[in-house]
């Protein structure tokens, strides 16, 4: 199973700045996905960020706001722009095994954001 | 409607009862699905798959009716350990081909001594 490292685990930030969540994995992937938690809800896909290419966002999820880099195999970057206070959360990246085909998606232990 | 629909709960139940969990999905073209199991602050981890004839790993069984479009989890003998929020999740896969895995928000189970 792939092992994911994300950073920073958790952060305070004061509204109007931005933060970056790095993503790092222990194998090459061709998909990272970015999800958010708000407390008490579940798992909202944000984006699917592929190498090469430019994210796909989802509906209500905006590049402006959500920029994402993936420079290569292992690695991504999802910044979360011009903070309010409603995009305090949990953001997680996952991975699907390459290759696997299973839909079974593994996760970073997520980066908590609150924003004052 | 919400894609994937549960329960919230939560289920408080004794150690050693058996609960069961439900959930409901949307989308007719789903393709595949998954119990998750997230315990509290962590990030969700896969529990097991659902298939067709559904399946059984040790305590949990896991089944699957596509006419209801209907997916259950069932846990026997509760042990404390087994208290976490289980998410039902299905996979969507779109015309392009890529999938997406929609989440439900999660049933939560406390066992208790």
């Known amino acids: 199973s792939a092992v994911i490292s994300q950073k920073p685990s958790r952060d305070i930030c004061q509204r109007g700045t931005s933060l970056t969540i790095q993503c790092q994995v222990d194998?090459?992937?061709?998909?990272m996905f970015w999800y958010r938690q708000q407390p008490g809800q579940s798992l909202t896909l944000i984006a699917t960020?592929?190498?090469?290419?430019?994210?796909?966002?989802e509906s209500g999820f905006v590049i402006d706001k959500f920029p994402i880099s993936r420079p290569n195999l292992t690695f991504s970057t999802l910044t979360v722009s011009n903070l309010s206070p409603e995009d305090s959360s949990i953001y997680l990246c996952?991975?699907?095994?390459?290759?696997?085909?299973?839909?079974?998606?593994?996760f970073g232990e997520g980066s908590r954001l609150t924003v004052l | 409607r919400k894609e994937v629909e549960q329960d919230p709960g939560p289920f408080n139940v004794p150690e050693g009862a058996t609960v069961a969990f439900n959930c409901t999905y949307s989308?007719?073209?789903?393709?595949?699905f998954f119990w998750y199991r997230q315990d509290c602050r962590k990030e969700p981890k896969l529990l097991m798959s659902?298939?067709?004839s559904g399946n059984e790993d040790g305590r949990f069984t896991a089944q699957l009716n596509r006419a209801s479009q209907y997916i259950s989890l069932l846990i026997r003998d509760s042990k404390l350990s087994d208290s976490a929020t289980y998410l039902c999740?299905?996979?969507?896969?779109?015309?392009?081909?890529?999938?997406?895995?929609?989440f439900g928000t999660g049933t939560r189970l406390l066992v208790s001594p």
């Open positions: 996952s991975v699907e095994e390459q290759g696997a085909g299973t839909g079974e998606l593994f």
């Open positions: 194998s090459q992937v061709t998909m």
């Open positions: 960020a592929n190498q090469g290419s430019e994210a796909t966002y």
């Open positions: 989308n007719s073209a789903s393709q595949s």
């Open positions: 659902v298939y067709s």
């Open positions: 999740v299905v996979n969507m896969r779109r015309v392009t081909g890529f999938q997406k895995l929609v």
